[in-house]
């Protein structure tokens, strides 16, 4: 048995690494992925991304503002130098980043994506953030648990 801090601290490193999801959308009855390019926020709570105005899956967002997001770490090697093999999929709903925030935001995503700067600059584009409800982690076949949001934060001490 895996202790949970050790499920706590992969799924934290693997957000904190990868730079991209599937991101999962639907819109009467019709579903559709993406792959997008995230930044983790908050421990994990908050995943920022940004998309088109004009494209499918910004309106599917705006008619259903749920969705599901895979993040694969199968080919991330752990510090033991050997695959970790942790699969994560985030539930939770997208809104558009409040101007209060956006700056922060903004720079946060451009950090861990420079290579985004132009695409961001667009007139067209808008910057998102699912707020996470929970995750699933899977780590085998046999081995999926669901964490709730807030296991993932650092423990008061």
Known sequence: ???????????????????????????TGQPHTSLI?????DEGQRLVFATYRNTRKFTNLMQNPRVSLLIDGRYREAASGTPDGLILSAVGRVREIDAATLSH????????????????????????????????????IDDVTWWCVDDLKTPAE
């Open 1 to 27: 048995m895996i202790p949970p801090t050790a499920i706590r601290d992969s799924v934290r490193t693997l957000l904190k690494t990868t730079g991209f999801a599937v991101l999962a959308t639907e819109n």
């Open 105 to 140: 935001q903004l720079a946060a995503h451009l950090q861990k994506h420079p290579d985004l700067t132009t695409f961001m600059q667009a007139p067209d584009c808008v910057l998102l953030e699912v707020v996470v409800d929970r995750y699933q982690v899977v780590r085998g």
């Open 37 to 41: 390019a995230i930044t983790p926020l």
